[in-house]
């Protein structure tokens, strides 16, 4: 009985010693992939128009791109060859694009009933020095980078762009429709062309 005891003790210690080693070499690899995330790529997205805060993680594995692998529990995986800045940025741009195609459009479309306002159709870009542009044809081009802005300036994006599909100058007839629809559009106005500091360099490619 004592010998099968001292078998069963060896056994654990050695499944212990096995697995400490484990977490040694885990926590390792762990702090040598820290190390080698370059400075210009997020840890973290605010998404400030959906109060959402996503933590960013960066796996290196075989794949030889680099893709999004996964984003649940507020966590977005970064995965493949991790070590090309360039087109980490860009999946991340990707990602951040479908998800305001997926979430901030819906808002657009709600404010045009809202405000009577139809237009054509809406497309995602990423535009460098606006935030939004209107067609002769109606249809609406809208930044993905509006989801790292407060919601109310989204909101005064979307009421400019609206009024735009009436008038397509920024004439004083303009500007009084875009009154009409938002009192406050002044303040937001001057808010909105200073909101492009407050974006984060990995954003721009």
């Not at 210009?40 to 791109?65: A, H, Q, R, T």
Request: charged share 25%; hydrophobic share 40%; glycine share 4%.
């Amino acid at each position: 009985m004592w010998e099968e005891q001292k078998k069963e003790l060896a056994l654990l210690i050695g499944k212990y010693s096995r697995l400490q080693k484990s977490i040694k070499c885990l926590r390792i690899h762990q702090k040598q992939s820290s190390k080698k995330i370059h400075p210009i790529l997020p840890k973290s997205i605010e998404i400030k128009v959906l109060n959402e805060y996503w933590k960013v993680m960066y796996l290196k594995n075989s794949f030889p791109g680099v893709e999004i692998c996964s984003s649940n529990d507020s966590t977005v995986m970064v995965c493949g060859n991790v070590g090309k800045v360039k087109k980490c940025r860009e999946a991340i741009r990707a990602w951040l694009m479908e998800k305001a195609k997926d979430q901030i459009t819906p808002l657009l479309h709600n404010l045009s009933i809202e405000l009577n306002l139809p237009f054509g159709k809406v497309l995602v870009k990423g535009q460098k020095t606006i935030w939004g542009s209107c067609s002769r044809h109606k249809t609406l081009s809208i930044n993905f980078k509006l989801l790292l802005i407060r919601k109310e300036l989204v909101r005064y994006v979307f009421i400019h762009e609206l009024c735009h599909t009436v008038y397509l100058d920024h004439s004083s007839k303009f500007w009084s429709l875009v009154e009409q629809k938002e009192p406050n559009y002044k303040e937001l106005d001057k808010e909105l062309r200073s909101a492009w500091r407050s974006l984060p360099p990995w954003v721009h490619i």
